[in-house]
């Protein structure tokens, strides 16, 4: 699974048609208000099976490489507990 | 006092995506009940069997030309449906799309709009996730989608109205109660164009489940007033009314589909399923006094008739005591029998439906009735039938003895 593509691809249900989104940009500045950013993260912990912390109030600082890493680090802490 | 106008009418139902589709079917005798069959969301074990008359997929598709896909992404089926009547009513009316003049009267607009139950599809969801899927969480958007003024929230939105907005809540004459409060609105003066009516979407494995425990639904078709009547049957949609003060209707050309002439209420403080007809017979002769109508005037009569026995023979005592100089002058139709029981969009319906025929000067025939019963001795319109009545007037009595009647007269111009 590339966590990469499959991140983008739940941005972009949120995301204006045609807007892109590269790993330095802060959620809020790509045009994503703090609901989104709780239905992104629903939809993240559904297709991950992993569970995030609260962002809703932090989408001025956070940032889509923020959200990459923290995804990767879940499911590594994952993979760690599984094994 | 203000005077009152309609300007715009919009529906979608079981009959159709509109206005023209439903009073199509409608005169000629084409119902919109069939078998369904309702599983719990993902669930292929758990279903509901019986019969409804749910909207067609395809019914709320105009919205996909007017807004963009995120405006649409948080609309429970409820507010798609509230959604999909206003457009049309709003179009109807001449202040929609919302350019210039039309534009600015939308936005000092009120909504008043009504639901019974809100949106059952997001809370059902949310059980189905915890409980049957074990999952730790629910969607976040349960709350905004199921609240019962989620309807409101949207049409604000989508139609830039910025005025006075709230939604109404009295099960079954949820609708009808709203039209009446929209009405009062302009006869103060608190607003000049008011967005009204209602819209229910219950046709879920839970909700289904809910009413058949009830013992309330039919196993085959609705008949009201008919002998060997078994219940009702659940249906979905929307109506709206766009009310206009008339003096701002006619300034701005407006088409007048028919006078807003009065409302009448009543609540029985009795029992909560249980009818009571002097309550009822009360609310019609309230309705009747607001509008200055006669009680002898050639009427249309659109009975909330739900095909349940009790009910429809409570509502006939109730026309017998309202109507003490006798029923000849009336005509007597029921259209849940077509577009099934739409609970909290039910009496904007069936008001909505009766101005149409009213206009039409053509009454649309009850479906469904196998003989009469003597219990429900009334002027029933049983095959299309040409009326010329002064005015129609809608009946909605509810759960809880919440009872809302409205009254709209032909117009003179």
Known sequence: MDVEQELRAILKTKLTPGAEIDLNTKLADAGLDSLDVVEIAFDVEDKFRIQLPPMAGQITDVTFLDLYRLVEERLAAKAAEAT | ?413
């Open chain 2, 1 to 413: 006092m203000k005077k009152v106008v309609v300007t715009g009418m919009g529906c979608v139902s079981a009959l159709g995506p509109d206005r023209a589709s439903t009073w199509q079917a409608l005169v000629a005798g084409r119902g919109g009940i069939r078998p369904i069959k309702k599983f719990a969301q993902g669930q292929q074990e758990l279903s509901f069997d019986g019969v409804a008359a749910s909207v067609a997929p395809e019914a709320t598709g105009n919205l996909n030309a007017h807004f963009a896909e995120k405006q649409l992404s948080g609309v429970d089926r409820f507010s798609a449906f509230a959604a999909a009547a206003t457009l049309e009513a709003l179009t109807d009316a001449g202040l929609w799309p919302a350019t210039g003049n039309s534009g600015s009267a939308l936005s000092e607009a009120a909504i008043v709009y009504g639901s019974a139950s809100g949106g059952n599809i997001a809370v059902e969801a949310g059980f189905v996730r915890m409980f049957l899927q074990g999952m730790p969480n629910v969607h976040p958007m349960t709350i905004p989608r199921c609240m019962s003024s989620a309807s409101v929230g949207h049409l604000s939105m989508l139609f830039g109205i910025r005025g006075h907005s709230l939604a109404v809540a009295s099960a079954c004459s949820s609708s009808a109660h709203a039209i009446g409060e929209a009405m009062h609105l302009i006869r103060a003066g608190r607003a000049r164009v008011v967005v009204t009516g209602g819209s229910d979407s219950s046709l879920t494995f839970g909700s289904l489940h809910s009413w058949k425990a009830l013992q309330a639904m039919a196993p085959d078709a609705c008949r009201p007033f008919s002998i060997d009547r078994k219940g009702l049957v659940l249906g979905e949609g929307a109506a709206t009314l766009i009310l206009e003060e008339e003096e701002h209707a006619r300034a701005r050309g407006a088409h007048i589909h028919t006078v807003m002439a009065g409302s009448g209420s009543s609540a029985d403080a009795a029992h909560i399923t249980q009818p009571d007809a002097q309550s009822a017979a009360a609310a019609i002769r309230s309705a009747h006094k607001d509008a200055g109508l006669a009680e002898d005037a050639p009427i249309l009569f659109s009975a909330h008739g739900t095909g349940t026995r009790l009910n429809d023979r409570s509502e006939a005592q109730a026309l017998h005591f309202a109507y003490p100089c006798g029923l000849e002058r009336l005509r007597v139709i029921a259209t849940k029998s077509a577009h099934g029981h739409m609970l909290g969009a039910t009496g904007a319906m069936e008001f909505l439906v009766a101005i149409d025929a009213m206009n039409a000067k053509v009454a649309p025939p009850i479906l469904g009735y196998l003989g009469p019963d003597p219990e429900c001795d009334l002027p029933l319109v049983l095959a299309p039938e040409p009326i010329a009545c002064e005015a129609v007037v809608s009946a909605s009595f509810a759960f809880g003895g919440l009872n809302c009647v409205l009254v709209a007269r032909r117009n003179p111009a």
